[in-house]
């Protein structure tokens, strides 16, 4: 639980989303005011909000404007914006990977097949007949015992690494937590973790069930722009080429090696693997068009009245895909009403609830970030350059992804298990007869998949709360199929469009009551919200 230090206005109180009520009536969401920033946002005015495009500085002036208006500061000294310098890297990958060694020649098609890029600033990058390893999962966790890289020389190798990590498929929570994905899953720590091998190149490869998504999602990155921290004069190495291989070419490549694919998924999931030479060689050229630029964070405050210097943090993404290849309609704008306009609105609505209230003691800060599509980029460089000090952070509550399909029961935590925020959530639930419910796709890796992710990596207790299933009409069954349809039909789609029919927002404004009793709870007052013994966040300093 938390340690606590209550103020006088706080006592005999034992959680802090209990510890001082609300002073405003009990849903101070309007629907029609979180519909109305909605349709503006995921507007196709807004051209998908992609950062570095006219959607980006209409995106950004709106919810400048909208801060103004509500009554907040400039949250970052006399600015409502934080600039992140970024580089955008717009990658045209040859259309063919010759795979060479094998008992037949292959050619990988690119999008279909494979989907490569390089976070290499430099006009051609190339694989040049570079050798496939296969790598098991790609982990090295020295607390599990775990390096599959163990005793090799990665220079001029492509590791192909399977996604998710070690325990997902068992019931052993203790072992890499079992069916739900720790960090090691993710296809971005596994990019990373090649990067410090000094491998040549990365290739994920893709399925459906471990990964929490269709081969669609990655397919959206094939030749389309992406975006890296500029980090000139700090550079560091990078591998030449990242990306996927789809289920099926990898069984391909597999056949092509002599080797089981089946069975080695199965020895890679047990202690003292050890990775595969493939025999076979990829080439591929990427030819690149680099430019340097800003992209922006938009952050505004409310000042605390006691303690101005301890910060509780808002934060929802105000990015999306921008305009990209056209779906099956025609349609060629990544609207992203649901990911993030919905999140978007929801913080522009919890800032109008915060200043109906009397003035918090603590700094409440709502930061909206950029490029959370392209890596959570905005976000890490926050937390890397923060504006308020990290060790007076308080805590994060972030907001991706609200529910579109109506009132629940439940509200999903995601990563359930992590901090003290959770019980709160609990707490504020309970008083409304509803309760806290676990994500119910825990091998998704949703935890590290937004923006309260850097928060948690730095130390400070973040809570990432959305949607629950369990319709408050029609049951759980009906929600699960309704999560179902969006993440197959709508997410990272030019679906994915704000329909006053669709989008039924009494369940939204519910779970913004409840996030707002949560952090209304902390700016008032004097607790810190502790890891819990079992978070693999718990040990770090601030």
């Not at 404007?65 to 009554?71: D, L, M, N, S, T």
């Not at 996030?515 to 008032?524: A, E, I, K, P, T």
Request: net charge negative; glycine share 10%; with cysteine.
């Amino acid at each position: 639980m938390f340690r606590l230090s209550l103020s006088t206005g706080c006592l005999g109180v034992l959680l802090v989303a209990l510890s001082c009520k609300p002073t405003t009536p009990d849903n101070q969401f309007p629907t029609d005011a979180i519909a109305a920033d909605m349709k503006v946002l995921a507007s196709d005015d807004f051209q998908g909000r992609r950062p570095f495009t006219d959607g980006e500085t209409k995106t950004v002036a709106y919810l400048q404007q909208q801060f103004k208006a509500i009554g907040f500061e400039p949250g970052n000294g006399d600015s409502y914006v934080q600039a992140v310098p970024m580089a955008e890297i717009t990658t045209m990958t040859d259309s063919v990977m010759p795979i060479t060694g094998g008992k037949q020649p292959l050619r990988l098609s690119g999008r279909r097949d494979f989907i490569l890029w390089t976070d290499r600033p430099e006009p051609e990058v190339k694989l040049e007949q570079d050798e496939l390893v296969f790598v098991g999962f790609g982990v090295v966790a020295p607390e599990y015992g775990w390096n599959d890289y163990a005793g090799l020389d990665m220079k001029n190798k492509i590791a192909v690494v399977l996604v998710n990590d070690p325990g997902f498929g068992g019931d052993d929570t203790t072992f890499f937590k079992g069916n739900t994905m720790t960090y090691y899953g993710r296809w971005t720590y596994k990019h990373e973790e090649a990067t410090r091998q000094g491998a040549k190149g990365c290739l994920v490869i893709h399925n459906t069930v471990p990964a929490g998504y269709g081969f669609n999602v990655p397919q959206v990155a094939w030749n389309n722009p992406h975006l890296l921290l500029d980090d000139r004069g700090q550079e560091s190495y990078k591998c030449a080429g990242l990306g996927w291989l789809s289920y099926e070419a990898t069984q391909q490549l597999f056949d092509a090696a002599g080797l089981d694919f089946r069975q080695l998924q199965t020895d890679a999931r047990k202690p003292g693997f050890k990775a595969v030479p493939m025999k076979l060689k990829a080439s591929a050229t990427m030819h690149n068009t680099v430019r340097y630029n800003q992209s922006y964070n938009v952050i505004a405050k409310i000042t605390g009245t006691t303690h101005p210097d301890e910060v509780v943090i808002y934060s929802a993404h105000w990015d999306h895909l921008g305009i990209g290849k056209k779906d099956e309609k025609g349609d060629s704008i990544y609207n992203g009403a649901g990911d993030n306009a919905s999140g978007t609105a929801g913080l522009l609505a919890l800032a109008r609830a915060t200043t109906a209230q009397p003035k918090p003691d603590r700094t409440v800060v709502f930061l909206s970030f950029t490029a959370e599509e392209q890596g959570l980029w905005g976000s890490a460089y926050y937390v890397s350059h923060p504006v308020y000090p990290l060790a007076k952070t308080v805590a994060n509550i972030n907001m991706d992804m609200m529910n579109p399909w109506g009132k629940t029961k439940d509200i999903v935590v995601i990563g359930i298990g992590q901090n003290d925020l959770e019980d709160n959530l609990r707490a504020a639930a309970a008083k409304v007869n509803r309760y806290v419910a676990r994500e119910p796709s825990p091998q998704a890796g949703l935890y590290f998949r937004s923006d309260h992710f850097h928060f948690a990596k730095v130390g400070v207790p973040a809570l990432f709360a959305t949607g629950g299933i369990d319709h408050a009409e029609k049951g759980i069954e009906y929600g699960r199929q309704q999560q179902s349809d969006f993440t197959a039909k709508r997410y990272h789609r030019p679906s994915d469009e704000f329909d006053p029919a669709l989008w039924h927002l009494d369940g939204v404004a519910d779970n913004l009551q409840l996030l707002f009793n949560v952090g209304d709870g902390l700016s008032r007052s004097a607790a810190w919200p502790q890891w819990k013994p079992t978070s693999e966040f718990k040990d770090i300093k601030r």
